[in-house]
């Protein structure tokens, strides 16, 4: 009646009914658990690592190459430096490959191709390598680059083994990521009459710029830990090397190589080296999130 | 006026006739990839058949008979379950992420979930046999038998190696990805979208529910299917987990075999017709990880024609029409 | 501001990328190429090997050992890969548990010279077992070891373990095998002693580097057989003898073609090298052997190579050639006196004679360079 009553009635509709306040609380109750459960393995396994995989570290460690002389104990079987310098070459080069041409074909998927029956298919295909077993690359790699032309193992060619493993989660992420860019913003540049390409590069890129490290990053971690793709085409050797084009050591491969060795100071080796691989991918994912927050700011 | 000349023209043009060209060739990158592994696998389907070597419940390297369906019932169980378990873990730790953590906690968080990507998938597989496995199997046996009226979950011995151990761990291992993408993804929600809601009266869990989900779908799809993909095709953690036995489990404690174990394991050592049903093998993966794609491919362009909106995954009419409705109780 | 920082990126992607090019070899692509794996500094040579997971720890040692003059790049990929790469030269020499097949004969000597194996040295596969209260030693018979790995015995007290061990305190507990998931020389050289001793073996399951198993769990190489030995009470699982040391197991004593229980231990795993016929092609099978002191459960390794290394054309080409044959003569060499350091056993005289006799014709174009 009073226009007092009125309001008072409209807002006690809206009023929040204890039902709703507990299946807010609820939920929220479940997400908070998903979200702990989701650390809890993290824990688990960092603590495994370091309990298993800190003692074996020391400066020593860090810059001798492994040298296979396990039979006269522990102190002589060296390090893991060939591995560490390996595995960075061999992961920068695959990322070379991979990132350009990945995120260059998100971008046409998402500038270009659109929904066209081309841009369809080549979506799905990329969907489905996504699915291959990091092996089955290896052994791709190893059929036509190694056994294919007689050339023996090399570097380069574990760099592509890997590369095709990285591909499809750079573009898919990468085209997830693209699609989230505004159209607002895409079309408020061409009507001022910016050419398509500077659309691209100074207004759509940056701004999708950090998704996009996130997913680079992540296909990068991957590729960091992989083996298999390596055991066929790289091949290991103890020495360092800086030649590409020949044997080179990784991290995955060494630690598979030892972590089945009956020696057990060659054991501690491998959980080392496992150890330090992950390290190596966290400052990894620092360094790059410093360097996108600050390309974001400029 | 602007109009610009042929000559400005050449970078857009130069452009996207490279990066269609680019996309061309990646396509018959793939093409070939394809072509070359039908080529390997032809030995084996040549000896058993296509039907023969799929759905041939016997996997018997001595006596040369390739039959990979025990191998490939492991790696959909396998595969279903890291997908059932580890999806919505993901994706409540990205809504944790976005909407409900304290700003300070947002990045530390982040950084912990994606740490999960470095570790080695070897060590996965290692921490998983000598750590998780054994002090789970106490668990698991109590389960079985509490549970023996279902079929598959219930009776039967549980081993070390087994389904339920590789599905979890896979879990965790698909966990980074799904949780980073459907992060970035619900991080570009507009910000009116959220408020709107909450401003019509719903509640936290409400706002999320109807603003932020409907809009991160496909996006969300997307991860899944990343995860699902990682999950279809772990070799490594899968070999120390599964227990490798070429025989169909019919319990889900107990040891399998998956397709990409068995390349693995065998590959090293396999010569002739082997070899060649290694590749096939290789080959029935490729074909499963195409026609999950279709299936979601499907599921996802049906529910984007269920709303009525227009932008891809944003919500519709119908959806906000639902925030009202929640806010006034009914 | 943000196209520097993406330029500046993507200098340093392109830098990356030449700094590799510029320091790989531009003939990594031809086929045969001498420069591509010798180029080492101080003249030291090269050579690549690849193949048998078993030999690996020990090629890797004689490697180190020889780390002054001559790398050696060795890769575990397996027996089977192994003579693969040497089919298809990717590597300078291949390694294999089991003697090659005529097949895989044929197809090395396409490379224009044909295939030489030379055994290096033997290991010993044990019958390790995690029962509390039960000593090293446990006399079993193949049949009885057989039994138990097709799971016909299934507790630790089966009267047919009594017969053999009278006196000692067996417990009930139930056995629990534990076999090779992967493929490998150890399960093709454990699967062919029980076929030798055991026809049921043979006809149910028979041998092989993957085997049905009637019973038990898998486990990933040696070291998943070993752990999950180790982690189950009233297991039983086949390990090379490495491993079963490392790891402190009690292990079977097991009879052998005359008749004795031996235990596996250098000494008995050299002598089942003894009293073996060799054939031409120095195929030696050396699992259970008749001499009275043996170790019934043995394997051998060989180092695969083209008779004429530099005319099959080996990828390191001449200087290669000449690094294996350095290699192998350091492995029949000194390289055999230090295998019991890593519990592995030398060859017995004879062998060793004959695999030397195999070393001093290999040839480099026609000219012996053994």
């Known amino acids: 009646m009073s226009a007092h009553g009125a309001?008072?009635?409209?807002?006690?509709?809206?009023?929040?009914?204890?039902?709703?306040?507990?299946?807010?609380?609820?939920?929220?109750?479940?997400?908070?658990?998903?979200?702990?459960?989701?650390?809890?393995?993290?824990?688990?396994?960092?603590?495994?690592?370091?309990?298993?995989?800190?003692?074996?570290?020391?400066?020593?460690?860090?810059?001798?190459?492994?040298?296979?002389?396990?039979?006269?104990?522990?102190?002589?079987?060296g390090g893991i430096k060939s591995a560490i310098l390996g595995t960075i070459e061999i992961v920068a080069l695959a990322s070379a490959i991979s990132v350009p041409i990945g995120i260059g074909v998100a971008i046409w998927l998402v500038e270009y191709g659109r929904s066209s029956w081309?841009?369809?298919?080549?979506?799905?295909?990329?969907?489905?390598?996504?699915?291959?077993?990091?092996?089955?690359?290896?052994?791709?790699?190893?059929?036509?680059?190694?056994?294919?032309?007689?050339?023996?193992?090399?570097?380069?060619?574990?760099?592509?083994?890997?590369?095709?493993?990285?591909?499809?989660?750079?573009?898919?992420?990468?085209?997830?990521?693209?699609?989230?860019?505004?159209?607002?913003?895409?079309?408020?540049?061409?009507?001022?009459?910016?050419?398509?390409?500077?659309?691209?590069?100074?207004?759509?890129?940056?701004?999708?710029?950090?998704?996009?490290?996130?997913?680079?990053?992540?296909?990068?971690?991957r590729a960091a830990g992989e083996t298999a793709p390596l055991l066929f085409t790289a091949a290991a050797t103890l020495k360092t090397s800086f030649d590409l084009g020949g044997f080179m050591n990784s991290l995955p491969v060494q630690i598979y190589k030892d972590v089945t060795s009956p020696t057990t100071a060659v054991v501690n080796r491998a959980w080392g080296a496992a150890l330090t691989l992950v390290v190596m991918i966290l400052l990894l994912n620092l360094i790059a999130r410093l360097i996108a927050r600050r390309s974001r700011l400029a | 006026m602007l109009a610009r000349s042929p000559l400005a023209r050449l970078p857009d043009r130069a452009l996207k006739y490279g990066l269609t060209a680019l996309a061309a060739l990646i396509l018959a990158l793939i093409v070939?990839?394809?072509?070359?592994?039908?080529?390997?696998?032809?030995?084996?389907?040549?000896?058993?058949?296509?039907?023969?070597?799929?759905?041939?419940?016997?996997?018997?390297?001595?006596?040369?008979?390739?039959?990979?369906?025990?191998?490939?019932?492991?790696?959909?169980?396998?595969?279903?379950?890291?997908?059932?378990?580890?999806?919505?873990?993901?994706?409540?730790?990205?809504?944790?992420?976005?909407?409900?953590?304290?700003?300070?906690?947002r990045a530390p968080l982040t950084m912990l979930v994606e740490l999960l990507a470095a570790v080695p998938s070897v060590v996965y597989g290692l921490w998983g046999i000598f750590f998780l496995a054994p002090k789970l199997q106490g668990a698991e046996q109590w389960l079985a038998d509490r549970l023996s009226f279902i079929p598959f979950i219930g009776g039967g011995l549980v081993t070390i190696p087994n389904y339920f151990i590789t599905g979890l761990i896979l879990a965790i291992m698909i966990l980074p990805i799904v949780s980073a993408i459907s992060r970035e993804v619900m991080a570009t929600v507009p910000a009116d979208h959220k408020e709107a809601a909450l401003g019509l009266g719903a509640t936290r869990w409400?706002?999320?529910?109807?603003?932020?989900?409907?809009?991160?779908?496909?996006?969300?799809?997307?991860?899944?299917?990343?995860?699902?993909?990682?999950?279809?095709?772990?070799?490594?953690?899968?070999?120390?987990?599964?227990?490798?036995?070429?025989?169909?489990?019919?319990?889900?404690?107990?040891?399998?075999?998956?397709?990409?174990?068995?390349?693995?394991?065998?590959?090293?050592?396999?010569?002739?017709?082997?070899?060649?049903?290694?590749?096939?093998?290789?080959?029935?993966?490729?074909?499963?990880?195409?026609?999950?794609?279709?299936?979601?491919?499907?599921?996802?362009?049906?529910?984007?024609?269920?709303?009525?909106?227009?932008?891809?995954?944003?919500?519709?009419?119908?959806?906000?029409?639902?925030?009202?409705?929640?806010?006034?109780?009914? | 501001m943000i196209k520097n920082k993406m330029g500046a990126l993507a200098g340093c992607a392109i830098l990356a990328v030449g700094l590799a090019a510029c320091g790989s070899s531009s003939s990594s692509s031809t086929p045969s190429s001498t420069t591509a794996t010798t180029a080492s500094s101080s003249g030291s040579a090269t050579i690549s090997g690849a193949g048998s997971t078993f030999a690996a720890p020990v090629y890797e040692q004689w490697g180190s050992s020889l780390s002054k003059t001559l790398t050696v790049n060795y890769q575990p990929v397996g027996s089977g890969a192994g003579i693969t790469a040497i089919e298809s030269k990717t590597v300078d020499f291949g390694a294999?548990?089991?003697?090659?097949?005529?097949?895989?004969?044929?197809?090395?000597?396409?490379?224009?010279?044909?295939?030489?194996?030379?055994?290096?040295?033997?290991?010993?596969?044990?019958?390790?077992?995690?029962?509390?209260?039960?000593?090293?030693?446990?006399?079993?018979?193949?049949?009885?070891?057989?039994?138990?790995?097709?799971?016909?015995?299934?507790?630790?007290?089966?009267?047919?373990?009594?017969?053999?061990?009278?006196?000692?305190?067996?417990?009930?507990?139930?056995?629990?095998?534990?076999?090779?998931?992967?493929s490998s020389g150890t399960t093709s050289g454990f699967t062919s002693f029980l076929s030798e001793v055991d026809p049921e073996w043979k006809s149910k399951v028979g041998e092989g580097k993957t085997v049905q198993w009637p019973t038990g769990t898998g486990e990933k190489g040696n070291a998943?057989?070993?752990?999950?030995?180790?982690?189950?009470?009233?297991?039983?699982?086949?390990?090379?003898?490495?491993?079963?040391?490392?790891?402190?197991?009690?292990?079977?004593?097991?009879?052998?073609?005359?008749?004795?229980?031996?235990?596996?231990?250098?000494?008995?795993?050299?002598?089942?090298?003894?009293?073996?016929?060799?054939?031409?092609?120095?195929?030696?099978?050396?699992?259970?052997?008749?001499?009275?002191?043996?170790?019934?459960?043995?394997?051998q390794t060989f180092v695969v190579v083209n008779k004429d290394l530099c005319k099959a054309g080996i990828p390191g080409g001449e200087a290669a050639a000449k690094g294996v044959v350095k290699f192998l003569e350091y492995g029949l060499g000194e390289g055999q006196a230090i295998l019991a350091k890593a519990d592995y056993a030398a060859l017995p005289a004879a062998i060793l004679a004959k695999s030397k006799e195999a070393l001093a014709g290999l040839q480099c174009n026609g000219t012996a360079i053994g």
């Not at chain 1, 020391?58 to 039979?71: A, E, R």
């Not at chain 2, 279809?232 to 174990?261: C, K, M, R, W």
């Open chain 2, 32 to 105: 070939y990839f394809f072509i070359r592994l039908v080529g390997e696998a032809r030995p084996a389907f040549a000896k058993e058949g296509v039907p023969g070597f799929v759905f041939g419940n016997d996997w018997n390297v001595g006596a040369e008979h390739f039959g990979a369906l025990p191998l490939l019932v492991g790696t959909m169980i396998t595969s279903a379950l890291a997908l059932l378990i580890g999806v919505p873990v993901a994706v409540a730790a990205a809504v944790y992420a976005t909407e409900l953590c304290p700003l300070r906690l």
């Open chain 3, 96 to 182: 294999s548990d089991p003697p090659l097949k005529p097949a895989d004969e044929e197809a090395i000597a396409k490379n224009g010279s044909p295939a030489v194996q030379i055994p290096m040295f033997l290991g010993a596969i044990t019958v390790s077992y995690n029962v509390p209260g039960l000593k090293t030693g446990l006399k079993l018979e193949g049949k009885t070891v057989a039994n138990i790995f097709l799971g016909k015995i299934k507790t630790w007290n089966d009267p047919e373990i009594k017969a053999l061990n009278p006196g000692v305190n067996l417990p009930s507990t139930a056995i629990t095998v534990i076999h090779r998931s992967d």
């Open chain 1, 118 to 221: 081309f841009a369809n298919t080549v979506r799905f295909f990329v969907d489905v390598l996504t699915g291959v077993p990091s092996i089955v690359f290896g052994l791709f790699v190893y059929i036509v680059l190694v056994v294919g032309t007689g050339s023996t193992y090399a570097g380069y060619k574990g760099s592509i083994a890997l590369a095709l493993l990285m591909l499809p989660v750079v573009i898919r992420s990468a085209e997830v990521i693209l699609l989230l860019v505004p159209a607002a913003l895409r079309e408020s540049a061409l009507a001022l009459g910016a050419p398509r390409w500077r659309v691209i590069f100074n207004i759509v890129l940056p701004t999708a710029l950090p998704g996009m490290v996130t997913g680079v990053l992540l296909a990068v971690a």
């Open chain 3, 224 to 299: 998943g057989v070993a752990g999950g030995v180790e982690q189950t009470t009233g297991a039983v699982g086949y390990v090379e003898q490495a491993y079963a040391l490392t790891h402190n197991f009690t292990v079977a004593s097991v009879k052998n073609k005359s008749g004795k229980f031996i235990e596996p231990s250098l000494a008995s795993t050299s002598a089942s090298g003894e009293g073996v016929t060799v054939p031409a092609n120095l195929g030696i099978k050396v699992i259970n052997s008749p001499a009275a002191s043996a170790y019934p459960i043995t394997s």
């Open chain 2, 206 to 330: 409400e706002m999320i529910r109807l603003a932020v989900l409907p809009y991160c779908r496909s996006g969300i799809v997307g991860g899944a299917m990343l995860g699902l993909g990682r999950a279809i095709g772990e070799t490594i953690a899968v070999t120390i987990l599964i227990g490798d036995s070429p025989t169909l489990s019919h319990h889900l404690f107990n040891q399998g075999y998956s397709l990409a174990a068995v390349i693995a394991n065998e590959f090293g050592e396999a010569q002739g017709v082997h070899r060649s049903a290694l590749f096939a093998a290789g080959l029935v993966l490729f074909v499963l990880t195409l026609l999950v794609n279709g299936v979601a491919r499907l599921l996802v362009a049906r529910a984007a024609r269920g709303s009525s909106s227009g932008a891809p995954g944003a919500p519709g009419a119908s959806d906000m029409t639902a925030v009202a409705d929640t806010a006034a109780g009914t």
């Open chain 1, 7 to 77: 309001s008072a009635d409209r807002l006690a509709r809206f009023a929040l009914s204890p039902a709703r306040k507990r299946k807010d609380r609820l939920a929220q109750g479940l997400i908070l658990a998903g979200t702990a459960i989701a650390l809890v393995p993290l824990v688990l396994i960092i603590y495994y690592l370091l309990h298993k995989g800190l003692g074996a570290w020391s400066s020593s460690f860090f810059t001798t190459d492994p040298t296979g002389n396990t039979f006269f104990g522990g102190s002589s079987i």
